[in-house]
């Protein structure tokens, strides 16, 4: 799970997060990486789209959506295919604060294997 304030900075992961996208928790954790840096730039777009979808619709709360994740943070060869469960929190005015994602791997590594 990420939390992602409203300019894509990562505020907040999980220890499952960092190891899922092959970064050391501290590093994903410093208040310095967005979420941009691990999602695929085409898939990105999407990811973009439906989050303002959530900011800018008091009637929808969240969403799913599929995506590959970057492992280690760079473009290369190894990838992860995931789904994301997207929800938007608000304050107490309905106004968007930030977005809990949980990403739920569908596939491993492309080019590794879980066992």
Do not use: W
């Amino acid at each position: 799970m990420a939390v992602i304030d409203r300019a894509g900075m990562i505020v907040s992961a999980s220890s499952s997060f960092a190891q899922l996208v092959g970064v050391p928790f501290d590093a994903v954790c410093d208040g310095k990486r967005f979420i941009v840096e691990f999602v695929e730039e085409a898939d990105f777009m999407s990811f973009v789209e439906i989050a303002c979808n959530l900011a800018l619709s008091s009637r929808l709360k969240s969403s799913f959506l599929s995506c590959k994740l970057l492992y280690g943070g760079f473009p290369g060869d190894k990838s992860i295919h995931c789904s994301i469960s997207l929800t938007m929190r608000r304050d107490s005015r309905s106004v968007p604060v930030y977005a809990a994602a949980t990403f739920i791997p569908t596939s491993p590594i492309s080019g590794e294997k879980y066992f």
